[in-house]
Structures are given as C-alpha cells and as structure tokens.
C-alpha cells in the first residue's frame, strides 16, 4: 500500500530544513505599541550568544514589497510585539533563555490603533514620508496620501453615481465590520540562512513568493539578484501568512554578523504578531429602481494594513475592484484605503481583501431585497453579470457562470421551497493580474522533472503540475519529479497567491511539454496575463479572468442564547475544469472551514495594541463538529479554461450565514456573528431601524 | 516554543505509593492524571513542578459502581467512562450531558474525574455538575481518609480542600428518589469551555421539592454554587414562575468578569437562562415527564 508521505511523516517542512553548524535565533519584541528604543541592555545575556541591535543593520535599507517601510530590526517600534533585536545561540533553548535577558527601554509616542481614528488628520503619523518598493509585488501605481496615515487609495469611477442615486426609487446603506484573524498554519514561520563564502546569501524557508523574496534580499544587502538563492520546502500550511520577507532579513542579518548558518522558527503567540488578515471597515449604498435594477452603488473601504503597508495596498486595491460585486451597475463610485495603525502588519490572507468587500455587499443585497420586497435570490438573477455585459472596471465579462452557481446553491438549501432561516451569497474575485510564470520541464531516467517556482503548501501544486505534465507527455503522474522550488535552479514566476498557479502554470506547462517534445531533453514555456487598473479611475483590466462562487445556508437560532445551529452551508464553485478532483475539494473543504470560522468565531483581540488571544484556547479556529454541515460542489463547462479554486469558496460562507439570520430579522453588520452579538441583533429586531452609521463614509 | 521547565518523573505503584511520593517530595511535586490541564499549564510555564506523579497505572482508581446507596466514581475514571457509563445514563443523566460538551475525543479519552475537580478551573464543566447533585469527594492523606462535600471542596479561583500531601480518590454521589438532573452549556464552538453553563438537579416528593442543587460554570471565580436559588426552591410546588425567580436568583449571584468568551451582561443573562432551562428539564425527569 502506497502510504501519503505526509501520514508517514516523510516530509521534510521549512521548520525541518537545517544547515550544518547552524546557530539558533529568537526575537526580541517591542512591549509597546509605540515608541522609541533608548536603550538596550544585553548584560544579562550568557556568553556565546550573539546580539544583533539596530547598530549592526544600520546599513540595511528600508525594505517592504510595496512600500518600503520597515526596518530590519525596529528603532522606532510601531506595533507591540515589534522586533527590536535577536539573538543567535548554539541552542533553541539557550536562544529563547538569551531573549528574555534583553532588556529594551522604550519611549512611548502616542499611538492608534483603529483606521478611522488613523486617517484622521489629527492622528499620530506611524511613517513620515513613504517611498514606493522597488519590486515587481509593487506593480500599480501606489498612491500615498501625504501627510496622513493612507498608504494607498484606489478609486473606481463608472457613469456617474450622483445621477444615480437622484434616479433610485430605493436607496439602503450600511457599515460593515470584519476584525483581524490569524492564519493559523500549523507549521510556523521557519528559515534557515547563511552566506557562503563566496558571498552568496543561501536562505531555505516557508514561503509563498520565492522571487519577490530574492528581490527584497538583494536590495537588502546589496547583492545582485542571482547572489541570493531561495530555496522553499514544503510548507505546513500557509494561507498568506508566509508572503514577501517577515524573518528572513533578520536571520540573515543574524547569518551575517555571526558568521554561521541561523535557523528561525517563530512560536504559536508569534504567529499572531507577525501577519494577520486586514480588519476592515466597508460603508455601501446602494440604489435600485422599484422593479428591482441596480442603478447606483457608492464604496468606502479602509483596510486597516497595521504597522507596515506589506501587501496592504494591493489588499485595499482588491477590495476596491470587489465592491460593486457580480451584477450589473452602471453608475459605480469606490474609495478603498490602505491605513497604517500601531498593530502588527497585515497582508495576504486567502481572499486577499474580496471576503471583507463581499461580506459588505451581499449583506447590503439583502438588505435591499427586503426594503423593495422582492427575495433576495430573484434581485440577484435580475442583475447579475452575463457575458458581454461590462464591469464597473470598463472590462467586459465572459466566462460568466454565476446564474448556474446560483441556482445550485439555492437549491441545495431548498431557497425557492422555503427561504426562512436561509441566505445567499454571490462571490466574483479576481485572479492576480498582471503576471507572469515559466516552467522548465527535462527527461531524467525514465521520467521527468519539472523546474518551477510554484510552492507547495499543502493544496497539492506539485500533485496538479505531474497530473498536467503526465497527460501532456503520455506517462505515469510518478514518473514526474517536482523537487523543491530553488531561485538558482527555476525559472522565474510571479508568486504561488491568488489562485493562480494551476491556471499560470498550466499555460507555461503546454507550452513547456510541446518543447520538450520537439527537443526531446528539455522544454521551457512562458505565460504572461496582462492587465492592470488605472488607480485613480479604477478602469483596465482587473481580472484575466474571475473566480467564481455561490454561497447558501440553512441554520436555526436559539432566539433566548442567540446561538446559531447550522443546517447546512453549501458552496457552488466555478472549477472551468478540474485538474485534480481529490485535490480541489480539499480546497473547498479548507476554504469553507476558514470561512466558518470567520463568519461565526474568529478575531485576533487587541486591548490598546496588545494581542489579547495568542493561544489556540482563546482564538477559536472551527472544530471537525463544527465542520459537519459544510457540503460543497464545482462546476465545469465543456472547453472552459482551468480556474483556481485555492480561495473562492471562503468568501461566500460568512455572507451566506448573515443573510440566512437576515431571513429571519436579525441583521448582523460586523464579524465574528457570535452568540452575544445575534442576541443583541434579535433585541434590535424590536426597535425602531437605527440611524445608519457614516462614520465611514467618504471622509 | 511551548516546552515545560524540566522536571523529575515517578510512576506511583499503589494509592500509598502515591501519596507516600507527595508526602517525601514536598510541595513542589504534583500529581498527572490526564495532564490535559497540568500538561498545557506546564507548556505556558503557568505551573513549573519540580516533580510529576504519574498516576494512571491506579487501575484500582478506575471504576463506577453503586454502593450502599451512592454513586462511586473513582478519581482515576475517564471522561470518556462517564459519557458511556450506562449506570450514570439511568441515574444521572446529568454526567453524559455535560460530558457531550467536554473538549473532544482525544481529551476525553484520557481526561479524569479527580484531574477536573483538582484542576478547579471556575469553567470547568464536571465541578457544576458534582455541585449540583451534592457530592461528596474522598481525600486521601498518610493519616488516612477525610469526606469533604463539594460546598467546601472549591477554596478559590484553582484552589481546592486537597492539601500538598493529599489526593483525591473517590466522588460519592448519594442516590435519593425523585430525582431529576440537567446540565446547559453554551460555548462558542464546539468543544470548547463555556460562555457559562448551568447544572440543576431537582429531588421531588409528593409534588413538592425536597431539595434542589443548582450551580454554574464560567460565571465566577470558581463554580458558582447557587445556594440562595436552591433555597428558593425547597419546599415548593414546581413551576415555570418558580424556575424563573430561581434562575434570577442564580445569575444575581453569579460573578461573571468579561474575557474572550464573551460580556459580562450577556453571561449573567445566560446564567439566568441556561439555569431556567436546565431546572425546567431536571423538574421534568423527576417527574417522569420528559419528552
Ligand atoms: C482542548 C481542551 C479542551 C477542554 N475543554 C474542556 C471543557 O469544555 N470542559 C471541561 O470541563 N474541561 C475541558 N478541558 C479540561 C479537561 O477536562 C481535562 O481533562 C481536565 O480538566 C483535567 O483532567 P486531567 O485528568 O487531564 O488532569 P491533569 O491535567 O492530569 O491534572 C489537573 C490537576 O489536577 C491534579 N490532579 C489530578 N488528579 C488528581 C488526584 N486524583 N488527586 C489530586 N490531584 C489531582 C493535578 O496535579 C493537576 O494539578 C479541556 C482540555 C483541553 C486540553
């Protein structure tokens, strides 16, 4: 019997990856959530063991992937939990015991810690003056705004949505709230680093963007490019927590004042200072005719990016060109923000901003289907995108399947039978464009090996890439090797996010297959998706094309302990084609999972920028039981391309669940919907309609 | 990373050994059952023990029998045991429907009676229950054995009667007629402790309650016992109204202090609900009523 590596603990993860002589680091950490370091007294550290202060990476540029913000070791701490210095030690014991005897005085400065208060004029500025990175992740036009903590604003002007709302007969609006939420990969961060002794930096470690990394690195220490070699094991999960550079300067740093390989691995409370998903804030309103024809849809989103912008931009930016969602508007005008706060960083997390966009929307749908007195599932047939029709970004859509996904949602609840204690949920997200990703493939033995940056983390890339290649090449999957990605050894490729490796790499694979054909030894196949959006008028290209997902649910309340029972949450999603079905139910399995815990449990707290829950008892990631009542399908079309599926099922559970308690008056309008908050929604039920909240509104 | 201080390990043979092994290592050995409580506490260097007493191998420990008008659990029995105890199912109901709601599988297969009451987490689900159907626990000492009821067991927040050199080794449930019991939990997924969650137990005679038990999880500094709502109870005709004024009477009495697992106001207001709910279901087993 063929036996998973994985069961047979067989695979060697980022945290198994050693290098001979190797020192062990650990991180010492800001305690405030804001200030600047006076002092840092290392007296107490046991000798052997070597510092690394700010003094010894003071020749180190600022780095970042959009915005180069951050130092490698933080002078001017702006988050609690900030790395201020690191130790490297001959054991993992000894590194941790040499932490804590560091002591680092700190002066407080006045910090913020939420993104309205942040964009205020009056706020504390967390950065002075902001440079846009140097990097290929740094691809759209960042658009700071001076002089205030926005690191990034993203526009869409479509028609003219003043006129439209003048011509709505109805007219709702609503705030929406999503807090910060932990990845929670089961494997933490870890990297192994060293320069060797022609000068080259060797780092192994747990990523999802080996060539961004080899860039932010390079730029770091001054080498070229090629002097930085990335080399990427698999990883124990990932979820966007292991994007662009988090430790790997200061290991390196740590490698380069020591003289000795450094290995890192991070600990379960530091995941949950390193990188967390964007909390946000998404004000809509939206305009229909009475017949039911969106006319007029406005967006003010602020995505709260933390301490340093990483990716925030981009996430704001995604959010933007998510907001009008799948349907047809002609009269579209969205603000997305990127705002700095004194909370560790926030970047990619799967969705990548649409889930806080599409909790907004498809709530403020319902909540418009019921001020018109139409059903929510009949206002989403009316409006939703076909092919030909034109997206609020000017592209026009094809590849449209939202009318059978939704169907197939609503049918798996029984919608049309009986929509009480149901909800639906439309998901339209987009896939990383522009980019671009190449493949080498060459005969070795009596088989293959297939050279590509794409990572595995767990949703089977590599098992996809030898299932593909198999069928190009008429062979076994087994006989196609696809050892670890290595920046010396691979061509280059965008990154392993947004869904878009099978899709990518599939392209570049055909092409590489043919040539290898021809050749007979090797081939090598390129693919390039171009696009992009203007950022001041959102129009261009947002998608090469879109993932796609319906989302319904069917559950029950205790009306008097305002707990949720679920009958089922099921997700219809667009696969085009599927490549490896075991493999692509796992990801809708993982993403409804993850989505679960975002409608009903998840939230990383914080009182006054102290991270409140960094334990597993105290965060609640969903439970198997918890799990019982997801269900899912995809859905293929004849000829139609592959579409990545590594995200899209995550989006739709959260809205379908808060549209499901929507059936039955109880409207809920920030995430978690725990047992406390729907109670507080039912007593609500009874009062008169609040005042709409604005504060977030165009500011 | 989550790695306990170092500390020395001895496998105790006999209850003796057990207890001879706590007397001669003093105060900073401590005694692992399940070690789902000690163990984490260990890794989060909460407790850093000099010395674990291993006592699984007390097979002796390990049993549910009625004797002599009680219930006997001992301290070394399973969750697991008293979810599928089909002696408890009969008697008590109330010990499988708490246990459906403790953590998972895994833990429960290897959690213990005597580790829940001795750890006294104030949300731990087990001390409500015991509290509720006034039980008595049997501490073992060198100078031989003390009863102790639960009213006196629970000391403070993680404090109980057991002194350094004790152990816990037996729950004794007093078996009366006309009873009924039920236990209500909320927690915010599954398996996981309670937002707050009420225990009631219910003795019924000729139409009138004898005597009650009433007590909470996750609403205090330690279990909460109700005595002032039990009190209420006693010696009245059963009814909707009277459960309803003792449930108020329970969450006037409760603590709760806000955390991750909720508000204070939405906890006291389910101390009230889940207390009326679990009185209203144990009124209806003491009467045969359950549908
Ligand atoms: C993930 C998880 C979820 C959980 N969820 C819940 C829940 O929902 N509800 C709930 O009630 N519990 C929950 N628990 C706790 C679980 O029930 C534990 O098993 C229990 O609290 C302790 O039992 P133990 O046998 O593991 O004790 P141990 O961890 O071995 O010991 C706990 C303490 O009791 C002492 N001790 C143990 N036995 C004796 C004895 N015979 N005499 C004297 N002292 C003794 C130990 O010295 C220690 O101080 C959870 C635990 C985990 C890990």
Known sequence: MRVDPRARG???????????????????????????????DVSGVAPGVTVLLPEDVADLPLYGCQ??????????????????????????????????????????????????????????????????????AAYFGIRPVAGTNICHRFRIRHGDVEAGFAAADVVVEGTFRTPAAAHVPMEPHATVA?????????????????????????????????????????????FGAKTFTRQEGIVAALARKTGRPVKLVLGRSEEFLTLNRHPSIVHVRLGATRTGDLVAKAVTCWADTGAYADCGPGVAQKMGFAAPGPYRIPNCWVDAHAVYTNTPPNGAFRGYGAMQSIWASERTMDLLAARLGTGPLELRRRNLL????????????????????????????????????????LVMKGMQTPSRASIAIEREGDGYVIRCATTEMGQGARRSLALLAAERLGCRPEQIRVPDP??????????????????????????????????????????VNDGGLDPDTGQGVASTHWHQAAGAAHLEVDEETGRVRLHRVHCAVYAGRVVNAPGAALQNEGSMTMGLGTALFESVDFNEGQVTNANLSDYNVPTARDA???????????????????????????????????????????????????????????????????????? | MQVPAPFEYERATSVDDAVALLERLGPEARIIAGGHSLLPMMKLRLAAPEHLIDINDLAELAYIREDGGEIRIGALTRHRELLESELLAGLLPIFAEAERTVADPVVRNRGTVGGSLCQADPAEDLSAVCSAVKAQVVIRGSGGERVVGMGDFHRGPYETAVGDAEMLVE?????????????????????????????????????????????????????????????????????????????????????????QRGPVDYKRHLARELTHRALRRAAARALHQEV
């Open chain 1, 10 to 40: 067989a695979v060697r993860y980022s945290v198994d990856a050693d290098m001979p002589g190797q020192l062990h680091a650990a991180l010492v950490r800001s305690t405030v959530a804001h200030g600047v370091v006076r002092g840092i």
């Open chain 1, 67 to 136: 915005i180069a913000d951050q130092a490698v070791l933080a002078e001017r701490p702006r988050h609690a939990g900030d790395v201020v210095a690191a130790v490297a030690a001959p054991t993992p014991a000894a590194a941790r015991a040499a932490a804590r005897a560091v002591v680092v005085e700190v002066d407080e400065l006045p910090a913020v810690f939420d993104a309205l208060d942040a964009a205020r004029e009056e706020a504390p500025l967390l950065h002075e003056g902001l440079s846009v990175s140097d990097n290929d």
């Open chain 1, 194 to 238: 060293r320069f060797t002794e022609d000068g080259r930096l060797e780092v192994v470690t747990g990523t999802q963007t080996p060539f961004n990394m080899r860039m932010e690195l390079a730029a770091m220490f001054g080498l070229d490019e090629e002097d930085v070699r990335i080399v990427v094991p698999p990883m124990g999960g990932s």
């Open chain 1, 386 to 425: 076909r092919d030909g029709d034109a997206y609020a970004t000017g592209e026009a859509m094809h590849g449209t399947c939202f009318e059978e996904l939704l169907d197939r949602a609503a049918a798996a609840v029984g919608y049309e039978h009986d929509p009480a204690g149901k909800g639906l949920c």
């Open chain 1, 486 to 527: 290595d920046t010396d050894r691979v061509p280059y490729d965008t990154r392993t996010t947004s869904s878009r490796s099978t899709f990518m790499m599939a392209g570049a694979l055909a092409e590489a297959c043919e040539a290898l054909l021809e050749d007979g030894r090797r081939g090598h196949g390129t693919i």
């Open chain 1, 628 to 699: 019982a009542a997801l269900t899912h399908e995809l859905v293929e079309r004849e000829g139609a391309p592959i579409h990545g599926l590594g995200e899209t099922a995550l989006p739709p559970v959260p809205a379908a669940i808060g549209n499901a308690l929507a059936s039955l008056g109880i409207e809920l309008y920030d995430l978690p919907m725990t047992p406390e908050r729907v109670l507080e929604a039912i007593d609500r039920r009874a009062a008169p309609s609040p005042e709409p909240d604005l504060e977030a509104r165009r500011r």
């Open chain 2, 171 to 259: 729950v004794r449930v007093p078996l009366r007629d006309g009873a009924g019991s039920a236990y209500e939990k909320v927690e915010r997924r599954a398996g996981d402790w309670a937002i707050a969650a009420a225990a009631a137990a219910l003795w019924v005679d000729g139409g009138t309650i004898a005597d009650a038990g009433v007590a909470l999880s996750a609403v205090g500094p330690t279990t909460v016992h109700a005595t002032r709502a039990e009190e209420a109870l006693r010696g009245q005709a059963p009814s909707e109204e009277l459960f309803a004024r003792a449930a108020g009477i329970a969450a006037e009495d409760c603590a709760p202090t806000a955390d």
